[in-house]
Nanobody, 115 residues
Framework: QVQLVESGGGLVQPGGSLRISCAASGTMFSLNTMGWYRQAPGKQRELVAT???????TYVDSVKGRFTISRDNAVNRVFLQMNSLKPEDTAVYYC?????????WGQGAQVTVSS
């Protein structure tokens, strides 16, 4: 069973940066398009960014120009570099496959943007 483990979250001031990562076990990782999702308190989980196996990426409008998704297939990891963070970016961030969520959700990485 493939497991997803997110890490690297924390508390950051508005305008700051964080890099979160997702480690995926299993040999099929490199073949999958992966996505970062987030869930803010009281809101539905939403897609933030995606990256194909070859490295093509997409972003939701609210994070374009601030977030960068990347991956390292050699170590089965996907990353999200978040710059110019805003309070509205506060959420638990998860990774999973895209477009179909096919893996059990991990515990997520809590990102809190607050002064």
């Amino acid at each position: 069973q493939v497991q997803l483990v997110e890490s690297g979250g924390g508390l950051v001031q508005p305008g700051g940066s964080l890099r979160i990562s997702c480690a995926a076990s299993g040999t099929m990782f490199s073949l999958n398009t992966m996505g970062w999702y987030r869930q803010a308190p009281g809101k539905q989980r939403e897609l933030v960014a995606t990256i194909t196996s070859s490295g093509s990426s997409t972003y939701v409008d609210s994070v374009k120009g601030r977030f960068t998704i990347s991956r390292d297939n050699a170590v089965n990891r996907v990353f999200l570099q978040m710059n110019s963070l805003k309070p509205e970016d506060t959420a638990v961030y998860y990774c999973n496959t895209f477009p179909r969520v096919s893996l059990n959700w991990g515990q997520g990485a809590q990102v809190t943007v607050s002064s």
